[in-house]
């Protein structure tokens, strides 16, 4: 019998191992987790769970609450929760930049609206490189590619704290040329027991981007009242898929928070580099009625062709980043 033929049983099947060790059996069905790996934190009562593919934030829980919505578990990541975007977040239209001078072709991986979405890395699988209880760093190459000839390190840590998480993005440029780049991540928020409809959302920014029929900014325009959030607003009544700037610090960090009518506050916070926070609200996230991502990104939506807040690494050059969430109250 060849070295690697299965011999089917009536409960499965066996796989000859090596010399000297036994046969591996299997079952007939093998589930397999589309999420890849799950690696579970801890550290006192807060708890988290990170998927192998795309790194993404699957869930966060403190003192028994529940702050990411959860999806089934024979599911791929849904709606992108959790995942980080990089080289860029967002849309690119049509999937085509000018690349000093040259022109280049992405993947079109929204065909609904024709643009490459979401960076290059959202199902890739990343690799452990350390792991504690409380802590877990992942990494992941972007490697040179149709539409972006530049090579990228990334990786992203994950750590626990009193209240919630903070997560830290490294990007270092190892191959030839300045490889630009922006970045960011695409986390669900909930607090599991209030109705998300009845949270309420603010959003500390000055202006927001108005979008053509591509989803792709078109100008950036003083708050109205359909997206002035600087008061808390129920997140019920809101229909929101924009992206906000002119983002006010307070100790070198930009806020965003989903409010519980009891006054406790999950708040989203950004360092330096993240000058821009998506909303998007969703009735299509599965096994929930609404569901309300919070985007922290270093630029906006079409940065290769509008050239803001895109940055160039220089080879060998490294960008680092912060955000995080915690639970108030």
Request: charged share 25%.
């Amino acid at each position: 019998m060849p070295a690697h033929s299965a011999v089917s049983s009536a409960d499965g099947f066996t796989i000859p191992g090596p010399p000297g060790n036994p046969p591996r059996r299997y079952a007939d069905r093998m589930a397999a987790d589309p999420t890849g790996t799950r690696f579970a934190l801890r550290a006192a009562d807060v708890s988290a769970e990170i998927t192998e593919v795309g790194a993404a934030l699957r869930a966060l829980r403190v003192g028994g609450v529940d702050l990411v919505p959860d999806y089934p578990d024979d599911a791929p990541t849904p709606a992108a929760s959790g995942i980080v975007l990089v080289p860029w977040p967002n849309r690119i239209r049509d999937g085509r930049w000018e690349d000093d001078g040259e022109l280049r072709q992405l993947a079109i991986t929204e065909p609904k609206l024709g643009n490459a979405s979401h960076g290059l890395l959202r199902f890739a699988s990343y690799r452990l490189e350390e792991q504690t209880d409380a802590a877990l760093t992942l990494r992941a190459d972007v490697v040179p590619q149709t539409g972006y000839p530049y090579h990228l390190a990334t990786r992203v840590t994950y750590r626990l704290g009193e209240r919630g998480i903070r997560v830290t993005h490294e990007i270092t440029n190892i191959g030839d040329g300045d490889a630009p780049v922006a970045l960011g991540t695409h986390p669900y928020f909930r607090i599991s027991d209030v109705d998300t409809a009845d949270l309420s959302l603010q959003v500390e920014a000055r202006t927001w981007f108005r979008l053509d029929d591509q989803s792709i900014p078109v100008a950036e325009e003083p708050l109205d009242d359909a997206h002035d959030l600087r008061t808390p607003r129920r997140v019920g009544d809101l229909s929101l898929d924009v992206a906000f700037a002119g983002l006010p610090r307070r100790d070198g960090r930009v806020h965003a928070h989903l409010i519980a009518p009891d006054g406790r506050r999950l708040t989203v916070w950004a360092g330096e580099g993240f000058d821009y926070v998506q909303v998007f609200t969703t009735d299509r996230f599965p096994g929930h009625d609404l569901a309300v991502a919070i985007e922290p990104m270093t630029a906006p939506a079409d940065a290769f062709n509008s050239g803001r807040s895109l940055r160039r690494l220089a080879p060998g050059e490294s960008w680092t980043l912060e955000w995080g969430a915690d639970l108030v109250g």
